[in-house]
């Protein structure tokens, strides 16, 4: 789809942190605004997330590229490279204001600031849900009357610690405080969405899922901390054992859950890679696509949908070097999900990096593809874990087939050599609740 610049559409881009696909659109939580845009717009119901902690998913998804690429592995590792051009580099050299709404820790020292003409990081308990939502009205409302915008909202909310607001915690809004906060979220999107402009592109994402079934037991809580001590802090393979106290407890689950999980960066499971994106808005169809695609396809997607193409940024002037005056570097590892009818099943490439895991040592990488979920610890001496994800799609029973393992291990992207920038934020971190 191609728009002339003087009559492209804005673009209203929201990620919801820790938004799990299976909260989006169901009855897990009373969402009706979020219902109707599931209804109304394209709905992505098989993407997977890039990692399973925040700075490097939305890295993946402002620049279409996985860490090996942009530079950005981690929380703190977390600088992104030059040559990598972001989504609002792109639509600013198309001639659209950029403006972004920040938080968590998507810091301007990450470099995911560049290409906005405003880059407004707030505190994580300025919220949507509360008096911070009249700063997001006004944002909105000055943008609008002149030349084409793109507002980058991130949002905090459902984001462990969950604070639900008084007048939605009821179970009439959801089973968990993570349902009964996204309700409230809903409400507040959908007024805030009632003011954008007719010719609006909205883009719903999340960055991550989050576990949540079992965040009341002190059971689970005790264990999980012996868990984390054996072996992320001591190397002991626990696997095991773990797989057979969740097979005990997640018979019958409320969702699609682990026991021993609580949170998000810790494992490459699907219900904290699996993360809705919906478009809705001019020229987008009403539609849901179930093949498999990538947190990388974002970037070209929503370039796509207001009619911008990459190249834009190099025919413009605009356009920008690298600090030693090189030129700026065009691959990408995603492609559009546009038009809907063209899509087809795409690898799934993920890692987990969360603060949680204690260290590098325990870091995961994994490739979702033809029914299959290869899972592998590059740096403890650990055998791989394959899924059978047909037969067994929470994932408790690993299947020993080498021949399978071993293709699918081929698929994942080479490692290569890393000289990351670190950041120091280890104060804001443990303010955000990262340990």
Known sequence: MTHDAADRPNLLFVCIDCLRNDFFGTDHADTPFIDSLVTEGTHYTNLYSTTTTTT?????????????????????????????????????AAGYDTHALVTGPIVEDTGLDRGFDEYDYRDRREELVGDWYDEAEETVEDLTGGDPFFLYLHLWEIHTPVEVPAEYDDPEYGAYPYARTLAALDRSLERLCEILPEDTVVAFHGDHGEAIAYRDSALQKTLKLMRTGLRHGLGIDTRATERKLKRRFDRQPPIHDHFLEDAHGENVFDFTTNVPLVLVGPGIDSESVDAQVRQVDVMPTLLDAVGVDRGTLFDSENATATADGGPRELPIDGKSLLPPADVTDRDAYMRACGKALVSEKNWQRAIRANGWKYVEYPNRDWDWELYDLDSDPQELNPVDNERVAGRMQQRLPEEGMRDGEKLEIDGLLKDLGYK
């Open 56 to 92: 490097p998913a939305v890295t993946s998804f402002m620049t279409g590229t996985y860490s090996e690429r942009n530079g950005v592995f981690s929380l703190e590792e977390a600088r992104l490279n030059e040559a990598v051009p972001t989504l609002a580099e792109h639509l600013s």
